[in-house]
């Protein structure tokens, strides 16, 4: 009977702990949700941002919407073309950026290079990620002019800035015993990183790939208004000529595009990495 007659008094207390920790995170989140409020302004009122001059915006912001229906769809077919330039370089960024990123991947690894040569090649990889596209592409303006060629360069840097950083991390994940395995029987440099390395990061090389390319088509339509050519400079052409009918429909056709580009993308990676069909 007195071990039957503790059990409702352990659960009650129980009850009690559980209330008492309920308050305590509502009391830590009121807390944090004030300290945001209160940072909130004090940011808001360092960059003189006007609330009323937001409110009345989002007035103008609604009645210029409406001037952007309907799309010219006669149009259409007229951005094809730029459309396919659009994703076409995405895609040789994509496949640039995967070549170039194995050789940096493999010097950065501090299981394969030496260090001094890791050391500089994640200085590198650090450097190409911390310029984002849009500063790339501005200075290769400057060497190459306007065009597609500065945008096909600023995506491939771009990518191998990102593609290397994650293989690096992953080639320096292997498994120590795998690599002297295959040093122990008398395999040189060169041979262990192809019949060690290679095969345990390609899968992840092809995935990231598929992903950066993802990436790429959404950087690349911004690289293309500001001078990269494709579906963003008919996008970035028709807002300064105020043709916003065709512009809500180059708008359109590069929602279209990345979401193509996301299903392709997610259809093969999930084949690459074995989890079948989404």
């Known amino acids: ?32 949700a004030l300290l945001l409020a209160v940072l909130t302004a004090i940011a808001c009122w360092r960059c003189n941002v006007d609330l009323r001059s937001f409110v009345t915006g989002i007035g103008k912001g609604l009645s210029l919407l409406q001037m952007f229906f309907p799309p010219d769809w006669s149009g259409l077919l007229g951005m094809m073309q730029p459309l396919a330039v659009t994703a076409v370089m995405a895609l040789i960024a994509t496949i640039l950026g995967m070549c170039l990123s194995l050789p940096c991947a493999l010097a950065a690894s501090s299981n394969i290079a030496p260090p001094f040569l890791r050391l500089m090649m994640r200085s590198f990889i650090a450097l190409e990620r911390g310029l984002p596209e849009i500063v790339q592409m501005l200075l290769l303006i400057a060497v190459f002019g306007l ?17 290397a950083k994650l293989l690096a991390d992953g080639i320096e994940e ?7 395995a295959v040093e122990g029987t008398g395999a040189t440099r060169s041979q262990v990183i192809r019949y060690a390395v290679i095969p345990q990061i390609l899968p992840s090389l092809l995935a ?23 579906i963003g400079y008919i996008m970035s052409t028709s807002m300064n000529s105020m043709d916003y009918p ?5 708008t359109l056709l590069t929602l279209a595009l990345v979401f193509a580009s996301e299903r392709v993308s997610d259809f093969f990676r999930a084949r690459i990495l074995g989890e079948g069909a989404l």
């Not at 292997?174 to 002297?180: A, G, H, K, T, V």
């Not at 065709?246 to 180059?250: F, I, L, N, P, Q």
Request: net charge positive; with cysteine.
């Open 246 to 250: 065709k512009a809500c429909m180059a």
């Open 1 to 32: 009977m007195g071990a039957l007659s503790s059990v409702p008094f352990r659960q009650e207390s129980s009850f009690r702990d559980w209330k008492r920790n309920l308050a305590a995170q509502r009391w830590k989140h009121a807390a944090a």
């Open 174 to 180: 292997i498994e120590p015993q795998m690599l002297e």
């Open 208 to 230: 990231n790939g598929l992903f950066r390319f993802e990436v790429n088509v959404r950087a690349g339509v911004i690289l293309g208004a500001i001078g990269a050519g494709g």
């Open 147 to 163: 065009g597609a060629v500065p945008g096909l360069a600023a995506l491939s840097f771009s990518s191998i800035g990102m593609l």
